[in-house]
């Protein structure tokens, strides 16, 4: 399962695929954001694009 982190202090949160083994900071992630459809928006591996967090906003 894949780690839910907060919008205000995630950049540097240590995230590992768990899929290939990537690991790194949140910032080096990829960010997939569903622009005001949905107050979730994705961290993926850079590496394999497998799901590594979601960040929930209260909005």
């Known amino acids: 399962m894949d780690k839910i ?3 205000e ?3 540097d949160e240590d995230l590992v695929c768990e899929k ?3 690991a ?4 080096d ?3 997939i954001d569903f622009y ?3 107050k979730i928006k994705e961290l993926h591996c850079p ?3 497998t799901i590594v ?6 909005k």
Not at 53 to 58: G, K, R, V
């Open 24 to 27: 790194g900071k949140a910032s």
């Open 29 to 31: 992630a990829n960010l």
């Open 9 to 11: 202090d995630y950049i």
């Open 20 to 22: 290939c083994g990537w």
């Open 53 to 58: 967090a979601t960040i929930e906003s209260p």
């Open 47 to 49: 590496n394999c694009d």
């Open 5 to 7: 982190l907060d919008p």
């Open 36 to 38: 005001g459809v949905s």
